[in-house]
């Protein structure tokens, strides 16, 4: 039964150290579609504002940012498309990921069931 016990309290003492090498490695913003403004090409910059009273952010995108509409992955120029078509503006929301550490933007999804 001590044995046991032993070996719980040596896998929580070894736990303890990976658990404080946690760290943010991406950021996700919720923006209204209206703040966001897209780059004009692949290797360009986004703007938007993480929050109504909040400053534009500006950060560049990464070279394998993924453009993501309803699900599914597409390249820029399709996605701003898309978005061209989308209604009501200020009452869609857009998400928008940052890499922490490379400060680039990785990823922007919007999910649109009846802009289709």
């Known amino acids: 039964m001590k044995i046991k016990i032993i070996i719980a309290a040596l896998a929580l003492i070894l736990a303890v150290p990976a658990a404080a090498e946690m760290r943010l490695i991406t950021q996700g913003f919720e923006c209204s579609l209206d703040t966001v403004r897209l780059p004009q090409s692949a290797g360009g910059t986004i703007a938007y ?3 109504a009273d909040c400053d534009y952010r500006t950060n ?8 993501e509409f309803n699900g599914q992955s597409m390249r820029l120029e399709d996605f701003r498309e898309r978005l061209a078509l989308v209604e ?3 009452d869609r929301t857009i998400t928008v990921r940052r890499h922490v550490e490379s400060n680039r933007i990785i990823e922007v999804s919007i999910n649109v069931v009846d802009s289709e």
């Not at 560049?60 to 453009?67: G, K, L, S, T």
């Open 49 to 51: 504002k993480p929050c």
């Open 60 to 67: 560049r995108v990464a070279p394998d940012v993924v453009w």
């Open 88 to 90: 009501n503006r200020s």
